[in-house]
């Protein structure tokens, strides 16, 4: 049985949603780079103080599923079936936040993303913030008590594959096409074998 969150982390829940919601609908209607900090604050009727324990950034009000992300890659390894592999699972996941992300909802999302060039440069090295969760939890599978060289850098190529998906004219495709280049390096590096 899954444990309920307490009132406080309920209220703590809402107020982030309300402030990021506040967020994308100023962001929507005048364009990122003309609407501030102070402004959203405003608006979602919260302090400076408040957004800032929420959201360390402007540009994180439109990232506020990141840690999510994180999550859902460190659990494409430690929750893949058995027999499959850690490039594996990690393309299924890849495919998974490509899909996410085309859907026609989020369109909205990636034009404010696209209009603004702090966006754009946020958005490309965003992914890179999980290589050490990504490679400390890769390691751990292999029995290691510090992630090795290789498996800092399959981290740090995982990560770019959903940049250099987003940019191609068929996502779906690229991902294939990178994992099929680093899966063959990783299993190498690893065993001489998959893994």
């Not at 490039?87 to 209009?115: G, K, N, Y």
């Not at 890769?138 to 770019?160: E, K, M, N």
């Amino acid at each position: 049985m899954t444990e309920q969150p307490g009132r406080r982390e309920r209220k703590k829940a809402a107020t982030r949603k309300a402030i990021a919601d506040t967020a994308l609908r100023l962001f929507l209607e005048r364009g990122y780079d003309a609407v501030g900090i102070r402004e959203i604050a405003a608006a979602a009727d919260v302090a400076i103080t408040t957004l800032f324990a929420h959201f360390p950034s402007k540009e994180a009000l439109l990232f506020d599923e990141d840690r999510k992300r994180e999550e859902w890659l460190i659990r494409a390894v430690t929750d893949r079936e058995l027999g499959r592999s850690i490039p594996q699972a990690l393309r299924q996941q890849l495919h998974a936040i490509v899909r996410d992300f085309a859907r026609p909802e989020t369109a909205p999302f990636w034009q404010i993303v696209d209009s603004s060039p702090a966006l754009r440069e946020y958005a490309s090295t965003m992914w890179l913030r999980h290589e050490t969760a990504l490679a400390g939890t890769i390691a751990a599978d292999l029995g290691l008590a510090q992630p090795s060289t290789a498996c800092r850098a399959f981290a740090r190529f995982v990560l770019d594959v959903y940049p250099l998906a987003r940019a191609a004219t068929d996502p779906a495709a690229a991902v294939d096409e990178i994992f099929d280049l680093i899966s063959p390096g990783w299993d190498a590096a690893v065993t001489g074998g998959p893994r």
